[in-house]
């Protein structure tokens, strides 16, 4: 409820600034957004050379980097996809200690910071 909001909130007060215009822009001409023209369009053997039945590789950048109501809540419960179960089972697979790293950054020789 309450997370929801705040990042539906977020969202709407910072889609039309125009750092994120342009990410969106980018995003929407990388073709994955399903809104996008391109989105599955199968391309003539003219646009991709011998064979017309490839589709158009995906970026993956394309890909929303943003989370709102629609994404996190309309489009996952219309798909009977659980959001909660989903990121917990990607938080349980992907967060633990064998993967983590750790980066020191400082303006100091190796020597003085260990």
Same mark, same amino acid.
């Given at each position: 409820?309450?997370?929801?909001?705040? +990042?539906? &909130? =977020?969202? !709407?007060?910072?889609?039309?600034?125009? =750092?994120?215009?342009?990410?969106?822009?980018? &995003?929407?001409?990388?073709?994955?957004?399903?809104?996008?023209?391109?989105?599955?369009?199968?391309?003539?053997?003219?646009?991709?050379?011998?064979?017309?039945?490839?589709?158009?590789?995906?970026?993956?950048?394309?890909?929303?980097?943003?989370?709102?109501?629609? &994404?996190?809540?309309?489009?996952? !419960?219309?798909?009977?996809?659980? +959001?909660?179960? !989903?990121?917990?089972?990607? /938080?349980?697979?992907? /967060?633990?200690?064998?993967?983590?790293?750790?980066?020191?950054?400082?303006?100091?020789?190796?020597?003085?910071?260990?």
């Amino acid at each position: 409820g309450r997370e929801l909001n705040a +990042v539906e &909130s =977020e969202f !709407e007060l910072n889609k039309k600034d125009d =750092e994120c215009r342009l990410g969106q822009v980018m &995003s929407y001409t990388c073709g994955m957004d399903e809104n996008a023209p391109i989105m599955g369009r199968r391309y003539s053997s003219e646009e991709m050379g011998s064979d017309d039945s490839k589709l158009k590789p995906y970026h993956p950048f394309a890909k929303f980097a943003w989370g709102n109501m629609n &994404s996190l809540k309309t489009e996952p !419960e219309s798909k009977g996809v659980n +959001v909660m179960k !989903e990121l917990r089972d990607f /938080y349980h697979t992907h /967060y633990y200690a064998r993967n983590m790293r750790l980066v020191v950054l400082a303006g100091y020789e190796l020597d003085e910071i260990q």
